[in-house]
């Protein structure tokens, strides 16, 4: 069974500033599929960036990054320059037949 | 490109009715998911369509079903609902290239209230 944590249920983050939010999973597949979504109060669901368990390197996606550490079963989320917008819940997930979601973080940005 | 679009965005039923929730997927995509969105229980995979065929089910009683037509549209349909039905539902659809690397995208969702 697939299992995914997310430890900060809510975070704060200057307008700015950089971030990072945690994720961790459990999984005994070797090819699996990692994701952040991110979930504004409107409530859709916004694509932000994968990483797939084969990558060598860390995905980016703009300000985005995901910090992949393999052997940690760690998939940390990092936003670069923060702004005001990016305020929201944030998931991780993860896919092998369907996708498994963490409890979710929210974020908020400060001005 | 248009985005997944997902049909009513809220609705209001009573229990013991029954609802139909649409969900049009990205132009070109084949693979069609849903989930439900509550506070309880977070975000939870109810099933998944391809080519017309359920090909993965998460763990929901048999009231909830769906469906997937040629043009690769969707349904799910809860009957006799229950209070606990009352959640946001979620589509997303995917071009399907692999499993673990199909990035799904997802409608706005549909607000159920189930009084």
């Known amino acids: 069974a697939q299992k995914i944590t997310q430890t900060q249920p809510g975070m704060f983050v200057q307008e700015k500033e950089a971030v990072t939010l945690d994720c961790t999973y459990d999984?005994?597949?070797?090819?699996?599929?990692l994701f952040w979504y991110k979930q504004p109060s409107s409530g859709e669901m916004i694509f932000l960036i994968y990483q797939g368990s084969y990558d060598q390197q860390n995905a980016t996606e703009g300000r985005y990054s995901l910090n992949f550490q393999k052997a940690r079963k760690s998939a940390n989320l990092v936003i670069s320059a923060s702004q005001l917008g990016d305020s929201a819940m944030y998931f991780c997930a993860m896919s092998r037949r369907a996708l498994t979601f963490g409890s979710g973080t929210r974020l908020q940005v400060q001005p | 490109k248009a985005g997944v679009t997902q049909t009513p965005r809220y609705l209001i039923k009573t229990r013991g009715q029954q609802v139909t929730l649409s969900c049009s997927p990205i132009?070109?995509?084949?693979?069609v998911s849903w989930y439900q969105q509550t506070p309880g229980q977070g975000l939870q995979f109810l099933f998944e369509?391809?080519?017309?065929?359920?090909?993965n089910k998460g763990n929901f009683p048999g009231r909830f079903s769906g469906r997937q037509f040629s043009n690769s549209r969707s349904e799910m349909n809860v009957s006799t609902l229950e209070l606990g039905d009352s959640a946001l539902y979620l589509c997303?659809?995917?071009?399907?290239?692999?499993?673990?690397?199909?990035?799904?995208?997802f409608g706005p969702g549909t607000r159920l209230t189930v009084l």
């Open positions: 369509y391809f080519s017309e065929t359920q090909r």
């Open positions: 999984t005994s597949d070797p090819s699996y599929g």
């Open positions: 997303a659809s995917s071009l399907w290239l692999a499993w673990g690397t199909d990035t799904q995208y």
């Open positions: 132009s070109g995509h084949r693979s």
